[in-house]
């Protein structure tokens, strides 16, 4: 086996590893994450391009964000129940609180920063805004479900 091969299996282990004790499902909400941040982004420089405050523009985009991340979540990352009016319900909750945090840190970092990029002062408060929603998506949203299920 050559070196670089050998290198290639301890990489190999060590990713398996790590990720084996991460919580379950942190990697794919981690990937809707991602795709919400960037319909959330998309979103805002969009409606800021057609002369949209940025106020209005990241509360619409925030929205849609959260529509999409839990269409997303609720079928590739957590799976839903047989209620989803009452999931999207526990779903928003969860989303307002995380998306204040986020919101609020885009106003204060535009605010305090007039020449920063919108799109990094919301990407700042989305990493910001990431525990809290995981945490709270899949113990009170989706663990719901399961539970629902298990009965």
Known sequence: MSLLNAAAVKVDRLVGSVLSRLPRGLVRFLCVGVGGLAVDIGVLSLLEHLGLHKI???AISLSVA??????????FTFGGGSRPSAEL??????????????????L??????????HAIAAFV???????????????????TAR?????
């Open 108 to 117: 204060g970092l535009s605010d305090l920063f007039p020449h920063l990029p």
């Open 89 to 106: 319900g526990r779903y928003a909750v969860v989303a307002a609180i995380a998306q204040s945090v986020n919101y609020l840190i885009f």
């Open 56 to 58: 209005w523009a990241r």
């Open 147 to 151: 539970a629902e299920a298990d009965a």
């Open 125 to 143: 408060g989305a990493v910001a805004a990431t525990g809290f929603s995981y945490t709270g998506q899949r113990f009170f949203t989706f663990g």
């Open 66 to 75: 959260t529509v999409f991340t839990w269409v997303l979540n609720r079928h």
